[in-house]
T-cell receptor, first 110, second 113 residues
Framework: TQLLEQSPQFLSIQEGENLTVYCNSS?????LQWYRQEPGEGPVLLVT?????EVKKLKRLTFQFGDARKDSSLHITAAQPGDTGLYLC??????????FGKGTRLHILP | ETGVTQSPTHLIKTRGQQVTLRCSSQSGHNTVSWYQQALGQGPQFIFQYYREEENGRGNFPPRFSGLQFPNYSSELNVNALELDDSALYLC????????????FGPGTRLTVL
């Protein structure tokens, strides 16, 4: 059983459109991280959310942590080709080790 | 400041062989974690080394082993390679063992034939 379920698995949209991807779990977490991974690269940390209901913005990216700290969403406004990549959510397990979801593979068409 | 580097970039091995992958951590970082990322999956935690000692291990068999050296660089060794070991192997370094931000290297793509 996957601890973190990410949806959708794949998303291909036109430049300029908005999109939201999700990270869900039945477990409660003290914090949750979002990473972006581009082809041939390792994941790069985008944000860490720690408080239920917290919203963080990173330019056109908006991250929200669910009130119950079980889920999170990433919203991208006016997507650009440079946003293309694999978006991974991750949490710390009880041994303080990072557990990743399978990711959402995003492709922005110019 | 040099980032995390890994070598080699790509590697092809045959079933039953052994492989050693290398990772140089970011300057000043004493913790290295290794991950396996199969195609279409997120990275899976293999193990972590903190100041040359193993500091946690994921659900991987003993044929996956590692080392950390006094300069905090690290090796991942895999014995008796299986086809399912084909994956991208990532290492990540951090300043401290637990909650600090991890910085990932570009990975080593291992193909087992």
């Amino acid at each position: 059983t996957q601890l973190l379920e990410q949806s959708p698995q794949f998303l291909s949209i036109q430049e300029g459109e908005n999109l939201t991807v999700y990270c869900n779990s039945s477990s409660v977490f003290s914090s949750l991280q979002w990473y972006r991974q581009e082809p041939g690269e390792g994941p790069v940390l985008l944000v860490t959310v720690v408080t239920g209901g917290e919203v963080k913005k990173l330019k056109r990216l908006t991250f929200q942590f669910g009130d119950a700290r079980k889920d999170s969403s990433l919203h991208i406004t006016a997507a650009q080709p440079g946003d293309t990549g694999l978006y991974l959510c991750a949490v710390m397990n009880r041994d303080d080790k990072i557990i990743f979801g399978k990711g959402t593979r995003l492709h922005i068409l110019p | 400041e040099t980032g995390v580097t890994q070598s080699p970039t790509h590697l092809i091995k045959t079933r039953g062989q052994q492989v050693t992958l290398r990772c140089s951590s970011q300057s000043g970082h004493n913790t290295v974690s290794w991950y396996q990322q199969a195609l279409g999956q997120g990275p899976q935690f293999i193990f972590q080394y903190y100041r040359e000692e193993e500091n946690g291990r994921g659900n991987f068999p003993p044929r996956f082993s590692g080392l950390q050296f006094p300069n905090y660089s690290s090796e991942l060794n895999v014995n008796a390679l299986e086809l399912d070991d084909s994956a991208l192997y990532l290492c990540a370094s951090s300043l401290h063992a637990t909650t600090d931000t991890q910085y990932f290297g570009p990975g080593t793509r291992l193909t087992v034939l």
